[in-house]
């Protein structure tokens, strides 16, 4: 920190150890806005203090506004519709299975070919180091706020190298810690429903369905009736004989990849009770 420098004098008068006041000055004079925010808003220190360095930091510039509960409530939803939205997955898995040197040859590749940006090129060896890549950036962020001082920081973030989960979890806790409450909470959620949606689509699978829908075809309705009346677990598009049900059925469950490893085993619980059904006639 130089001599004559009116963030370093300041932090002079901040109570704390030479960890925090660096983790401090450098939050102050981060080059993106975006970024000084966020160090700042998870610096611990009173708010007080955090105004004052945001105002030294740039004093022609206001303090950030708090956002109104409205537009948090709408960038949630959006962050969790974003999330949810199973296209992206639906590609990097299909990605995951090429290989590169067939995705370099076909051009899949290339931006042109779909490629995201800053997505890994196709093929199981990248989609695994880029598992392990945000595992280890998180380790790296970890070390960083230890050496700041700032412990809890560090906790948080070696919580969030946990592979796969534990990198959105920590994007959360920042766009929170940034301000940003409705996009945290939208991540959040978001990350509960993939958690849960498994085990939502097995017991919805394995629920023998009477919907309001009845199939119009007079001899499946009956063998319906029949499988139901043997316990066989009937699903909502077989029970129902509608095109729609079925579509979004095949949509939901059968083409993610929890809703894949669902279906495979709502196949075997209705294969093992149709074995049962037709040992007892």
């Known amino acids: 920190m130089a001599d004559q420098d009116p963030v370093a004098d300041y932090l002079r008068t901040v109570p704390g150890s030479d960890r925090l006041r660096a983790a401090a000055w450098d939050a102050a004079y981060a080059t993106d806005d975006a970024e000084a925010e966020r160090r700042l808003r998870a610096l611990q220190v009173s708010d007080e203090v955090k105004a004052k360095l945001w105002e ?37 898995l299909g990605r995951a299975l090429i290989p590169q040197f067939v995705g370099d040859a076909i051009g899949l590749n290339t931006p042109s070919g779909g490629q995201r940006p800053g997505a890994p090129p196709s093929g199981p060896v990248n989609a695994v180091n880029a598992i392990l890549g945000a595992s280890w950036e998180e380790l790296k962020r970890a070390k960083e706020a230890w050496d700041s001082g700032d ?79 043997e316990g066989v677990p009937v699903d909502a598009a077989t029970a129902t004989g509608n095109r729609f049900v079925r579509g979004a059925q095949r949509g939901i469950a059968d083409q993610s990849l929890g809703g894949s490893v669902v279906a495979e085993r709502a196949k075997a619980a209705e294969a093992t009770a149709l074995a049962r059904t037709g040992d007892r006639l």
Do not use: C, W
């Open 151 to 229: 412990t809890t920081q560090a906790v948080r973030h070696i919580m969030g190298s946990t592979p796969v989960i534990g990198p959105p979890v920590s994007q959360a806790s920042d766009m929170m810690l940034a301000g940003d409450y409705g996009k945290g909470m939208g991540r959040v959620a978001s990350i509960g429903v993939q958690m849960a949606a498994p085990a939502i689509i097995d017991k919805a699978r394995n629920v023998s369905v009477r919907s309001p829908l009845k199939n119009t075809n007079p001899v499946e309705a009956e063998a319906v009736n029949f499988l139901q009346r």
């Open 56 to 92: 030294l930091r740039a004093p022609s510039q206001p303090a950030p506004a708090p956002k109104g509960i409205g537009t948090q409530v709408v960038e949630g939803v959006k962050q969790m519709a974003s999330d949810l939205n199973p296209i992206p997955m639906i590609d990097s």
